[in-house]
């Protein structure tokens, strides 16, 4: 199984970014997916989440209001799109699966998630 995320780039203050995350030898929409990301010099933490068959989503109280993940199963796709992003915003994020199909709830820890995708970088400056 891998993932890919992907979508990542430089852009300016309040500016908006979509990554996307799809997988290779495991069909997203029956997974619950989370996204992480990862600034330079901290600790990788838990952005958003949303459950199998358009389950329950979570979002970190940092984001709040401003990112939304969503699926297009056609596409075998999960979405972040991230909306007036500011520096903080600024890390390596990545997608991850779970291997347990079927989950619709979601669960922002790490050691929930056993498929992760390589990362994307997100920088955002002026």
């Known amino acids: 199984v891998q993932l890919q995320a992907s979508g990542g780039g430089l852009v300016k203050p309040g500016e908006s970014l979509r990554l996307s995350c799809t997988a290779s030898g495991l069909s997203l929409k029956f997974y619950r997916v989370a996204w992480f990301r990862q600034a330079p010099g901290k600790e990788r933490e838990a952005v958003s989440c949303?459950?199998?068959?358009?389950?329950?989503?979570y979002y970190a109280d940092f984001v709040q209001g401003r990112f939304t993940v969503s699926r297009e199963n056609s596409k075998d796709t999960v979405y972040l799109q991230m909306n007036s992003l500011t520096p903080e915003d600024t890390g390596t994020y990545y997608c991850a699966a779970d291997s347990i199909p079927l989950l619709r709830t979601c669960a922002d820890n790490s050691t929930q998630y056993d498929y992760w995708g390589q990362g994307t970088l997100v920088t955002v400056s002026s």
């Open positions: 949303i459950g199998s068959s358009d389950g329950g989503t």
